[in-house]
Nanobody, 116 residues
Framework: QVQLVESGGGLVQAGGSLRLSCAASISIFRINVRGWYRQAPGKQRELVATITNGGSTVYADSVKGRFTISRDNAKNTVDLQMNSLKPEDTAVYYC??????????WGQGTQVTVSS
């Protein structure tokens, strides 16, 4: 059974920083893409950032220049460094991986709240 365990969420003031981390139990050799998504109250889940095994990254326009996604193959983790946080970044953040068969797996989510 694949498990994704997220950590690092919390409450921060606008302009502050948080770092999210996600540890995956699935073998890194079966992961093609790692990513972070978020869902704010009353809104659909949206992509924040993804990173492939080759290191290619994709970011939502709303977080470009503020968020950085990275992976550590030795630890089998994917991190999201979030700087210059804004109240509109408030959401539940979900870790996601896609395996070599194209199947997605999701973490349980971690709350990020940015106060103005």
């Amino acid at each position: 059974q694949v498990q994704l365990v997220e950590s690092g969420g919390g409450l921060v003031q606008a302009g502050g920083s948080l770092r999210l981390s996600c540890a995956a139990s699935i073998s890194i050799f079966r992961i093609n893409v790692r990513g972070w998504y978020r869902q704010a109250p009353g809104k659909q889940r949206e992509l924040v950032a993804t990173i492939t095994n080759g290191g290619s990254t994709v970011y939502a326009d709303s977080v470009k220049g503020r968020f950085t996604i990275s992976r550590d193959n030795a630890k089998n983790t994917v991190d999201l460094q979030m700087n210059s946080l804004k109240p509109e970044d408030t959401a539940v953040y979900y870790c996601n991986v896609i395996n070599d068969l194209g199947l997605p797996y999701w973490g349980q989510g971690t709350q990020v709240t940015v106060s103005s």
